[in-house]
């Protein structure tokens, strides 16, 4: 069966993002939803750390709900107890070092009868996915059946994903008013006014001193003297907050487009175009000083800049007849689609390369502590970006002459260059360019499925190829297809898939800064690998596996492609999840980790 339409999938994914944005926070909140402060994560509902406001209290912010209840949820675990969702034997947290995120680990013990083994075993999903791939029910569990065979199985769970959380730190930071007329400005009403803003020059390290700019115009106003002071404040407020974010991120094209769609709504709310020159004016100052590390010197400005902007819409539309009415509140809807903006960049400010030098290590280091080994060293299996992440892991380590700290690798449909194949992820790649325009930081893709997936078995039978992308025809039980589809897929930064983008480039998945190609270094490894392959899959088809297997050492790598012509067909999850999977696929790979657990002395 083919794969979806390009332009289907695309309108899809981009509607589901759009719809992301404007939704409720709490309404439709999906089993897996993303750790953003626009939608709820049921996964880290269980309890709160806080209680609950009093009834005359504002409501708190969807993103304070959001990081109380997960803190919570590490807090339950740390006290012996873990969340219903949470089938594993133990749920643990690993500390990423220098950041606020603790990943979450779910832990299965082998039984006493089982096989003795040498090693532990690291199990990575695949990109926007939580744990419940390899443990999706008593009957279907991946990591349930390795250890079984002896192995002390670990599912990561990277940042953003499932029960992972972000730490004590963000928890305590929410539980500030949300864009409230002190946050995000506390600090910059502490700096003096001279400051050092990042190079110009990005060949040197060595920061211009500047001054800021005063800026004087004489249309400017006192506080006192504007007629809307409390939308006044709302927008100096999150003018203050874009500016506070846009210095932490001055390379980010992002935000430079985020600030331009804002002041080109705030244009159209005046119907006189005889006044956009001023407005034009005031947004140019205002980005101008957007450059600068935020003091309360570029606060007071920004303030008096809000009231001029405010000043001239209230005046244009005193002056056009009829008279418009509901400008402030258009105005007010405006600032606050750019406050979710904002909050989402915030959210989602991660990609691949985090996972790659911070969260599996962590992770690894976590498992060590844990489960000891003589050598120190683990097994890792990868499904689709799980492998990916392996293979960046150990050609980074191959270059640098380093230990990877793994015995062997297994890669489940996985490759760092897709270039050579008919991927249905091609039809992703033009994204990129969307991503920017609608200004969205991140693709809700567990939105975007459990919304979708009901309807697709019926009339008009426009997303049934949705199902092909995951699973082979008659190759899972069609309820367990439906709880993954349903609760396995989370939001995913746009950050991560912009760099997985590179994958389909010459020379394959390369850093965040374009400088080193992954699969360059791949003949460097001294890990054995096992690579495996479906012959249905349209994501990672074997020609894209084989596209990387090509270029480890002979000796070291292991290549198979499992189906065949007349059936079982195995796609993208199958080799997981499959029916024929736990008798064809599972025991290649319980062989090839048994051959590689002993012990280097």
């Known amino acids: 069966m083919p794969p979806l339409h390009g332009a289907s999938l695309r309108l899809l994914l981009a509607g589901a993002a759009v719809a992301h944005l404007s939704s409720s926070p709490i309404a439709h ?29 504002p409501s708190p912010s969807p993103s304070r709900v959001l990081a109380s209840a997960a803190a919570a949820a590490a807090c339950d ?11 594993a034997d133990e749920l643990h947290y690993a500390p990423v070092p220098g ?83 002190n946050s995000g400005v506390d600090e910059i009403l502490t700096k003096k006014v001279n400051v050092v803003p990042p190079a110009k020059d990005m060949s040197t390290n060595e920061p211009q001193s500047f001054e800021v700019p005063v800026l004087t115009d004489k249309n400017m106003v006192e506080t006192n003297m504007s007629e809307e002071p409390q939308l006044v404040t709302k927008l100096t ?37 005889s006044l956009t020159t001023s407005i034009e004016e005031v947004a140019d100052k205002i980005l101008g000083l957007m450059e600068f590390p935020q003091t309360s010197a570029i606060y007071d400005q920004i303030s008096q800049l809000s009231q001029r902007l405010v000043k001239i819409l209230g005046e ?72 990916i992440l392996l293979y960046a892991m150990v050609s980074k380590c191959g270059f640098e002459g380093a230990d990877p700290e793994l015995a062997a690798i297994v890669t489940l449909a996985s490759s760092v260059d897709y270039t050579t194949s008919n991927s249905s992820l091609k039809l992703l790649v033009p994204l990129a360019d969307p991503a920017e325009m609608l200004r969205v930081p991140a693709i809700p893709l567990g939105t975007l499925l459990s919304t979708t ?10 997303l049934s190829l949705l199902r092909s ?60 690998v096992l690579a495996l392959a479906g012959d249905e899959d349209l994501i990672c088809p074997p020609e894209a596996v084989y596209e990387t297997v090509k270029v480890i050492p002979q000796h070291l790598v292991s290549y198979k492609v499992f189906g065949k012509p007349e059936g079982p067909h195995y796609a993208h999850y199958d080799l997981v999840g499959g029916r024929k999977a736990v008798h064809e696929v599972y025991p290649c790979i319980i062989e090839f980790l048994s051959q590689h657990d002993e012990v280097s002395s």
């Open 29 to 57: 909140a999906s089993p897996c939803a993303p750790p953003a402060p626009l939608r709820l994560r049921a996964f880290a509902s269980y309890s709160a750390s806080e209680p609950p406001p009093p009834p005359s209290s």
């Open 77 to 87: 675990c740390e006290k012996g107890a873990k969340p219903a969702i949470c089938t």
């Open 99 to 181: 950041t606020e995120w603790r990943i979450a680990l779910w832990r299965y013990r082998p039984p006493p009868e089982a096989p003795k083994r040498n090693h532990p075993l690291m199990l990575l999903s695949g990109v926007a996915t939580n744990a419940m791939g390899f443990d999706l029910s008593p009957g279907a569990s991946f990591a349930r059946h390795m250890s079984m065979q002896g192995f002390d199985t670990w599912i990561v769970e990277l940042r953003g994903a499932g029960l992972s959380t972000r730490g004590s730190e963000l928890a305590a930071a929410s539980t500030k008013s949300d864009l409230s007329p």
């Open 237 to 273: 407020n999150a003018l203050a907050r874009l500016s506070a974010t846009f210095s932490g991120y001055v390379n980010d094209r992002r935000l430079r487009n985020i600030a331009d769609s804002f002041f080109d709504r705030v244009t159209e709310l005046h119907p006189d175009d």
């Open 316 to 387: 244009g539309q005193q002056n056009v007849s009829p008279r418009l009415f509901g400008w402030q509140e258009r105005l007010s809807a405006t600032i606050e689609d750019l406050q979710k903006q904002l909050e989402l960049i915030i959210s989602y400010d991660w990609d691949f390369d985090h996972y790659l030098e911070e969260d599996v290590p962590a992770a690894i280091d976590y498992i060590k502590q844990q489960s000891v080994t003589k050598d120190g060293k683990l097994l890792a299996i990868g499904h689709s970006m799980g492998g």
């Open 453 to 462: 997936y009901p309807i697709s078995s019926r009339a008009p039978y426009i």
């Open 469 to 528: 992308q995951i699973s082979a025809k008659d190759m899972m039980d069609p309820e367990l297809l439906s709880k993954l589809i349903l609760n396995n897929f989370c939001t995913v930064p746009a950050k991560v898939l912009l760099q997985l983008t590179t994958a389909f480039r010459d020379g394959g998945l390369r850093n965040r800064t374009g400088t080193f190609f992954f699969k360059e270094h791949l003949r460097k490894i001294k890990v054995p």
